[in-house]
Nanobody, 114 residues
């Protein structure tokens, strides 16, 4: 039974920081490429950042230099450190795992920047 459970969302003022966590169980985390997506209210889901099984990272231009993705393979956890938050960062943030035979999703955590 695969589970991805996000935490760490909340409300923060512009310029502030939040750290999202994603606890993963039921799959081989070490071998899985991981990602963070977000979905602003009324808009499409967008890819924010990825980290592969070797630790190579990618960021969307909108968050590059402000967000940092990381993983702790010993604890089966994925993180997203978000600094210098902007109002346009508001949305539901989802953790995702690319673990064949399918892509797995968490339930999401709300981030509100005002």
């Amino acid at each position: 039974h695969v589970q991805l459970v996000e935490s760490g969302g909340g409300s923060v003022q512009a310029g502030g920081s939040l750290r999202l966590s994603c606890a993963v169980s039921g799959l081989t985390f070490d071998d899985s490429d991981m990602a963070w997506y977000r979905q602003p209210l009324g808009n499409a889901c967008e890819l924010v950042s990825t980290i592969n099984s070797e630790g190579v990272t990618w960021y969307s231009e909108s968050v590059k230099g402000r967000f940092t993705i990381s993983r702790d393979n010993a604890k089966n956890k994925l993180f997203l450190q978000m600094n210098s938050l902007k109002t346009e960062d508001t949305g539901v943030y989802y953790c995702a795992a690319d673990a064949p035979p399918r892509y797995w999703w968490g339930q999401g955590t709300q981030v509100t920047v005002s």
